[in-house]
């Protein structure tokens, strides 16, 4: 029709650089916002109609929003209603995410008062699994209005946060899924821009409730793919430094808890991996005063007396990520658990007393303790290992060389990478023949 031919017209216009007389353009916002609103959306020219109103209010905005903010408030109110509705066609609704995304961009402040009108339906929309598989550009359009929105107003979205990143991480575990689909690379880049901003900006006293609830509901869903981008992003906000508080540590010992009630393998390797490196990147940034009280409470959580059996597991793998990440500077802390590793290796050695566990357990805690002391012994630089602490752990070490744990096969490979690699770096470490003599 000729008023979508004009539409056209204006919206080329208004994406070339040569200026426009900015009252000109604010007297055409009046019409644009009763076409949005009369519009009936079920003939396919009044949809292109409408989305092509949309994209016109879009461009005004990223001129003039910002300096006449009180032309554009009805238009945003306009916006956020399409947006709102429940059967409505993608590309239309791809337009309006779009436009409400630029309006909060350019309005800033003026635009907090309308975050509970738009909010909860843009997460909505987020929160449409098969979005990946069906409708990219509604997902690009939508995730590219959430980044606007995220970039102009992060501290003010805490009663959507939690929801917030619960869709943008289910989002970016399927995305991920599919990425073989080059239409989704950029909607992951996109995704991750949000992810750093949040992290940079949310104050962790305010992120930290917001992930803790997020990761409940994608453990209790078996999201599980989603966890690793939530832990990640959580990661991300120590980088700045952090203050280590009792509930950001109840929440990482929780989570370290997984394990226990994890189905199978693939389940513990979806999520404790990303535990780990979330506690990693805040060790980083700890003191040794504030590290060591901490890492002191892991051990206890571990190993205090009723503690699930499957936590020395995830302890060892904690211990060995968090040592070669700190190198040299964690080697004066193995002392902690030493004499444990040492009654672990020969508590889980067949050849020597019965398993009161599966082998398929004892196996991965064997590996695990061995992962660590070897990483330990190899970032040693002042002798760590004296008469004692040698006497401690070579023989249990020695005896894992006839340990059949997974059978005899699964004994010679781990033998190969594990035991005498670190049987040799004790050595190295000990730096004293009597020793070995």
Avoid at 61 to 82: G, I
Wanted: overall charge neutral.
């Amino acid at each position: 029709s000729l008023r979508c031919k004009a539409l056209e017209l204006l919206n080329w216009r208004l994406q070339q650089a040569r200026p426009l007389d900015s009252a000109q353009l604010l007297t055409l916002l009046p019409p644009l916002v009763s076409l949005i609103r009369s519009t009936d959306s079920s003939q396919s020219e009044n949809q292109l109609m409408q989305q092509t109103a949309l994209l016109s209010i879009k461009f005004l905005a990223r001129q003039l929003a910002a300096s006449h903010p009180e032309h554009f408030q009805q238009a945003f109110k306009a916006a956020t209603r399409v947006v709102k509705k429940r059967s409505i066609h993608d590309p239309v609704l791809a337009s309006a995410v779009l436009c409400v995304g630029e309006l909060c961009h350019t309005l800033g402040a003026h635009a907090i008062a309308c975050l509970p009108d738009f909010m909860p339906p843009i997460i909505a929309v987020l929160g449409n699994h098969s979005l990946p598989t069906s409708g990219e550009l509604l997902l690009l359009s939508v995730v590219s209005a959430v980044h606007k929105v995220v970039d102009s107003l992060a501290c003010f979205l805490s009663p959507y946060l939690a929801q917030l990143l619960q869709q943008l991480c289910v989002l970016s575990g399927n995305c991920t899924a599919s990425s073989d689909n080059p239409k989704l690379q950029p909607v992951l880049q996109k995704i991750k821009a949000i992810k750093q901003k949040i992290s940079a900006d949310v104050p962790l006293r305010v992120l930290l409730p917001a992930v803790a609830e997020s990761y409940s509901q994608l453990i209790s869903c078996a999201q599980l793919a989603a966890v690793s981008p939530l832990l990640s992003l959580l990661g991300d906000s120590f980088k700045a430094g952090t203050v280590l508080t009792p509930e950001l540590t109840a929440f990482l010992l929780s989570a370290l808890d997984f394990r226990c009630q994890a189905a199978s393998r693939a389940e513990i390797e979806a999520v404790e991996p990303p535990v780990i490196t979330a506690i990693i990147a805040l060790v980083f940034k700890l003191s040794e005063s504030s590290f060591r009280p901490f890492y002191y409470k892991i051990f206890n959580w571990a190993f205090q007396s009723g503690a699930h059996k499957d936590r020395s597991i995830t302890f060892y793998r904690l211990t060995c990520g968090i040592a070669e990440g700190l190198k040299g500077l964690f080697v004066s802390f193995a002392h902690y658990f030493l004499k444990n590793a040492s009654m672990l290796l020969d508590a889980n050695n067949i050849s020597k007393q019965e398993l009161d566990w599966s082998e398929e357990k004892a196996a991965e805690l064997v590996e695990a303790i061995l992962k660590a002391l070897h990483t330990v012994f190899v970032h040693d630089a002042s002798h760590f290992v004296n008469k004692e602490r040698f006497d401690t752990l070579m023989q249990p070490i020695v005896d894992q060389l006839e340990n059949e744990l997974g059978g005899r096969l699964q004994m010679e490979q781990r033998n190969t990478e594990l035991v005498i690699p670190c049987l040799t770096q004790m050595a190295v470490s000990a730096a004293d023949d009597t020793l070995w003599k």
